[in-house]
Nanobody, 120 residues
Framework: VQLQASGGGLVQAGGSLRLSCAASRRAFSNYGMAWHRQLPGKQRELVAA????????YYLEAVKGRFTISRDNAKNTVYLQMNSLKPEDTAVYIC??????????????WGQGTLVTVSS
């Protein structure tokens, strides 16, 4: 399984970005998906997760009300809409496939990450 993330870039504080993660394999709809983020020298953290059908979601407290995770199973793609971005959101954002239909702990495939930089 290959996960290709895109959509990162440089944005001013208060702006928006939409990240996409395209999966290479069928049966995408059988698995939960998630976005993590990582800053240099810091532990990776789970930002948002979504169940295989899209009915269940999880958000890191710091992004609730600003970020929205969604998926299009027909396109094998998961999205992260990020609004009201803050400088502390600056990180490499990495998509991952959960090991089951909905998972916030165990992930078995990871993408390469896309850099999001928020300037103040």
């Amino acid at each position: 399984v290959q996960l290709q993330a895109s959509g990162g870039g440089l944005v001013q504080a208060g702006g928006s970005l939409r990240l996409s993660c395209a999966a290479s394999r069928r049966a995408f709809s059988n698995y939960g998906m998630a976005w993590h983020r990582q800053l240099p020298g810091k532990q990776r953290e789970l930002v948002a997760a979504i169940s295989n059908g899209g009915s269940r979601t999880y958000y890191l407290e710091a992004v609730k009300g600003r970020f929205t995770i969604s998926r299009d199973n027909a396109k094998n793609t998961v999205y992260l809409q990020m609004n009201s971005l803050k400088p502390e959101d600056t990180a490499v954002y990495i998509c991952a496939r959960g090991s089951g239909t909905y998972n916030t702990v165990t992930f078995d495939y990871w993408g390469q990450g896309t850099l999001v930089t928020v300037s103040s």
